[in-house]
T-cell receptor
Framework: DQQVKQNSPSLSVQEGRISILNCDYTNSMFDYFLWYKKYPAEGPTFLISISSIKDKNEDGRFTVFLNKSAKHLSLHIVPSQPGDSAVYFCAARPTGNQFYFGTGTSLTVIP | DTAVSQTPKYLVTQMGNDKSIKCEQNLGHDTMYWYKQDSKKFLKIMFSYNNKELIINETVPNRFSPKSPDKAHLNLHINSLELGDSAVYFC????????????FGEGSRLTVL
């Protein structure tokens, strides 16, 4: 029962262009959403989050958008840089409960 | 100065053996977790402890036994290892469940032969 889904296992983008990573969820009780970035042989590191009371949160080159009616979350990276090449995990949580993770999208930024 | 550290990073062992993975966090967090990332790259929670007390125990074989001697440590002991236990195990910590993101360790890759 996968409550958080990332349907694109991989994405390739040219350096300088926008990367858009998508995430869908099924549980309407989720109220906190996060994106994690993971390099090989390392643990996931927190990137950006958004609460369900917002529809956008921006931090430098990274912006997360939340569409509650569609139960859809996206991460925009602009401009994309080669160092952004990593696996990106979407995660969501109902209040006071555990996090549920997607299966990740592997982003490759081509120089 | 690593925030969440786990040892060992790699572990290769035979079926039927018993092994442990240790985790320590120096962030002062109250809650610690064990996650399993299987071959399909799915990160799934196994256990969560808050101030040394078990609060989440997902459907995990009872061959897996967590132990938290204090709130900065959460160890994972696995008895009678099976081939299907091969995975990467991540320790994580956070402020209490109601707030904040997870901080992960680097992962421990377990290979059962």
């Amino acid at each position: 029962d996968q409550q958080v889904k990332q349907n694109s296992p991989s994405l390739s983008v040219q350096e300088g262009r926008i990367s858009i990573l998508n995430c869908d969820y099924t549980n309407s009780m989720f109220d906190y959403f996060l994106w994690y970035k993971k390099y090989p042989a390392e643990g996931p590191t927190f990137l950006i989050s958004i609460s369900s009371i917002k529809d956008k949160n921006e931090d430098g080159r990274f912006t997360v958008f939340l569409n509650k009616s569609a139960k859809h979350l996206s991460l925009h990276i602009v401009p994309s840089q080669p160092g952004d090449s990593a696996v990106y995990f979407c995660a969501a949580r109902p209040t006071g409960n555990q996090f549920y993770f997607g299966t990740g999208t592997s982003l490759t930024v081509i120089p | 100065d690593t925030a969440v550290s786990q040892t060992p990073k790699y572990l290769v062992t035979q079926m039927g053996n018993d092994k442990s993975i240790k985790c320590e966090q120096n962030l002062g967090h109250d809650t610690m977790y064990w996650y399993k990332q299987d071959s399909k790259k799915f990160l799934k929670i196994m256990f969560s402890y808050n101030n040394k007390e078990l609060i989440i125990n997902e459907t995990v074989p009872n061959r897996f036994s967590p132990k938290s001697p204090d709130k900065a440590h959460l160890n994972l002991h696995i008895n009678s290892l099976e081939l299907g236990d091969s995975a990467v195990y991540f320790c994580a910590s956070s402020l209490p469940l109601a707030g904040g993101e997870l901080f992960f360790g680097e992962g421990s890759r377990l290979t059962v032969l």
